[in-house]
């Protein structure tokens, strides 16, 4: 798929998102307005990160976390996380998967960044695994301790629950094996490199330098 119609399918859904927010206010649902509208921002973080640190996330990563955002707002929005069963184990799995590989970004700058730090490439993938599905498990702790505290039903059962952290741990599978695929062929400085993150880590390095 061309950039191009890929930036395209982003604007579509940014603009599917600010449409969903004016049709629940204008209906007087508000209970989804206020985490359709923060989705919406934080779909527009790539966008900020380009103009003002010159930090150019892959257009596919990008359209992960927009789609992430958009299945839950709509989710939300439109009742499917009660009436459909799956929204919620797709939604986990999109989000786990978008974590993970954001785990991988992280892992990697910081191994390309600092001479004094090295990541060996199966802790690479080990992390990459552990951070999706850590982040998946403090979701459910918190669901829980939300229902707990303020009465609400986030986790419907044990079993959902459980399902929930298997879609996680499947989801961050994935995106570590296509981690393991990736760094057979490319190298933490060509991936930084691809992120457009050479000049920060040039003042990085100065910065130690100095100290």
């Known amino acids: 798929m061309k950039e191009r119609t ?22 007087a649902k508000l209970t989804w307005v206020p985490a359709t509208v923060v989705s919406f921002l934080i779909t527009l973080l790539p966008s900020m990160l380009k103009h003002s640190f010159r930090v150019v996330l892959p257009v596919w990563l990008v359209l992960w ?6 299945l839950h707002s709509t989710g939300g929005a439109f009742g499917f996380y009660d009436d459909l069963p799956f929204w919620d184990h797709i939604t986990h799995a999109i989000s786990a998967s978008l974590i993970a590989a954001l785990g991988f970004v992280v892992v990697l700058t910081i191994d390309d ?55 996680d741990g499947a989801a961050s599978l994935v995106v570590a094996v296509f981690s393991y695929s990736y760094l057979r062929n490319k190298s ?12 920060a880590k040039e003042r990085v390095n100065r910065r130690l330098k100095k100290s």
């Open 65 to 70: 976390i927009v789609i992430a955002l958009f």
């Open 188 to 199: 933490s400085e060509d991936f930084v490199s691809e992120l457009g993150l050479a000049h």
């Open 113 to 167: 960044f600092f001479e004094s730090i090295y990541f060996p490439r199966p802790f690479v993938v080990f992390f990459v695994l552990m951070f999706g599905m850590a982040i998946g498990v403090f979701w459910e702790v918190m669901e829980f301790s939300q229902d707990q505290l303020t009465g609400t039903s986030l986790q419907y059962n044990l079993d959902d629950t459980m399902w929930d952290l298997f879609f």
């Open 6 to 27: 890929v930036l395209r399918i982003i604007w579509a859904l940014q603009l599917s998102m600010v449409v969903l927010a004016m049709v629940l206010i204008i209906n």
